[in-house]
Nanobody, 121 residues
Framework: QLQASGGGLVQAGESLRLSCTAS????????IGWFCQAPGKEREFVAAITRNYGESWSRSVKSRFTISRDAATNTVYLQMNSLQPEDAAVYFC?????????????????WGQGTLVTVSS
């Protein structure tokens, strides 16, 4: 089970840190991805961190966001800096335990409920 949290309302240029906490499984086995979905749009890949701490990134956020995982708390963090209005969306975390496939929503088996990020200009 995945629980995403940390969303909120910020002004353009500010930061947020999203958390994705896992329970009910062996956290170290799973690759974790973050996706976002704005109203009327498809779910888009943001970033992923593999069970071996490899990273995959959407080109649009790579210079502003970072991703990390904490095995002690079964949590993956998405640090979002210099947020812009176009970053506003519901952010979802997702997990799978396969060796490949990190950037497509269909790669993932388990999903959290989403957390809303709103960015005012």
């Amino acid at each position: 089970q995945l629980q995403a949290s940390g969303g909120g309302l910020v002004q353009a240029g500010e930061s947020l840190r999203l958390s994705c906490t896992a329970s009910g499984g062996t956290f170290s086995y799973y690759n974790i991805g973050w996706f976002c979905q704005a109203p009327g749009k498809e779910r888009e890949f943001v970033a992923a961190i593999t069970r071996n701490y490899g990273e995959s990134w959407s080109r649009s956020v790579k210079s502003r966001f970072t991703i990390s995982r904490d095995a002690a708390t079964n949590t993956v963090y998405l640090q979002m800096n210099s947020l812009q209005p176009e970053d506003a969306a519901v952010y979802f975390c997702a997990a799978h335990d396969r060796r490949s496939g990190f950037t497509r929503a269909r790669d993932y088996d388990y999903w959290g409920q989403g957390t809303l990020v709103t960015v005012s200009s």
